[in-house]
């Protein structure tokens, strides 16, 4: 099972970027899809969360700003991010709880795609 974000790049403060995940491989099930960041020096840390069943959760620092979301058909996730700050500068990274099978569940990252926001 693979994990694969794109979306990443350059922004002003105060402009929008769309990351997206896209999970490819044996896939029996995905349960909880993730985002996470981190920025340079610092652990990483959650920023989104969302559910199968399309339940989410944010961290207070993007709240009001940041939306995840899925398609469960087609195994992605997105993150749409609007009135980005220089704080929010890092790479961000997907996770996913995935079942390849009926019998096995695995926690898979991506790669990581690099959101740079310019003050």
């Known amino acids: 099972v693979r994990l694969v974000e794109s979306g990443g790049g350059l922004v002003p403060a105060g402009g929008s970027l769309t990351l997206s995940c896209a999970a490819s491989g044996s896939i029996f099930n995905i349960n909880a899809m993730h985002w996470y960041l981190q920025a340079p020096g610092k652990q990483r840390e959650m920023v989104a969360h969302i559910t199968s069943g399309g339940s989410t959760n944010y961290a207070d620092f993007v709240k009001g700003r940041f939306t995840i979301s899925r398609d469960n058909a087609w195994n992605w996730v997105n993150l749409q991010m609007d009135s980005l700050k220089p704080e929010d500068t890092a790479v961000y990274y997907c996770?996913?709880?995935?079942?390849?099978?009926?019998?096995?569940?695995?926690?898979?990252w991506g790669q990581g795609t690099l959101v740079t926001v310019s003050s």
């Open positions: 996770h996913a709880e995935v079942w390849p099978s009926i019998e096995s569940r695995v926690e898979v």
